[in-house]
């Protein structure tokens, strides 16, 4: 497609639930990232992947929160048993050179 | 560490006014420097950006920055805002050279242009 595109744009979720958010990069772009933007904030750094693999995964809040990239384009960020303080945008972002990224519209997670 | 601070939260300019959001960045050699805007519930887009070279960087929509080494600085300005100028305003960097390819984001500005 012509820019990064994320599915879902909105998703409500139980506390404790899982939930999968989709990211499908521009293609031929081999980094792809993940941020997460609570209300009123900047974006914040969640993982960074180069190709398949996670080459910076130090922004993960903690284990319930996981990302994968098997093909080396689509990705999926993954959250187990969430909480009401996961409620946030989260966002993709993908580069070619790793100098310029491209944002997503977000996925707005709501967890009640 | 790399990090942001944009130390106005809210500014209001009057239609065809000039502009200038602060930033400030921490960082320990040349970084890399961005300006992205958010208008409600779209994603980010690049204004500019800086990586070396000239100082002034121009971008999209008229918009310009510059960056100063000294005062850890990447103001971003226009000449005249626009009434669709209104918008949320982040600044962020990047690590040059082998470091850390992620943005930091600072926590952004939010100008409301009046007629």
């Known amino acids: 497609g012509a820019g990064v595109s994320q599915t879902p744009s909105n998703k409500v979720t139980e506390k404790g639930k899982y939930v999968e958010l989709r990211c499908d990069p521009i293609?031929?772009?081999?980094?792809l990232y993940w941020y997460r933007q609570s209300l009123g904030q900047g974006p914040e750094f969640l993982i960074y992947f180069q190709g398949t693999g996670a080459a910076d995964d130090s922004g993960l809040p903690n284990d319930r929160f996981f990302a994968v990239r098997p093909e080396g384009s689509v990705s999926t960020l993954k959250i187990q048993r969430t909480e009401r303080g996961d409620s946030a945008v989260y966002l993709c972002?993908?580069?070619?050179?790793?100098?310029?990224?491209?944002f997503g519209q977000g996925t707005r997670l709501t967890v009640v | 560490a790399q990090s942001v601070t944009q130390p106005d939260i809210h500014i209001t300019v009057s239609e065809g006014a000039s502009l200038e959001l602060r930033c400030n960045y921490s960082y320990g050699a040349t970084p890399y420097l961005f300006w992205y805007v958010q208008s409600p519930g779209q994603g980010l887009q690049l204004l500019l950006k800086y990586f070396s070279g000239d100082t002034l960087v121009q971008g999209i929509k008229g918009f310009e920055a510059e960056f100063k080494r000294s005062q850890s600085s990447f103001n971003l300005r226009k000449p005249s805002v626009h009434w669709s100028d209104a918008a949320e305003y982040f600044c962020?960097?990047?690590?040059?050279?082998?470091?850390?390819?992620?943005?930091?984001f600072g926590s952004g500005t939010r100008l409301q242009v009046q007629p």
């Open positions: 962020a960097v990047g690590a040059s050279g082998t470091g850390r390819r992620a943005l930091t």
């Open positions: 293609s031929g772009h081999t980094a």
């Open positions: 972002a993908s580069s070619r050179d790793n100098t310029e990224a491209f």
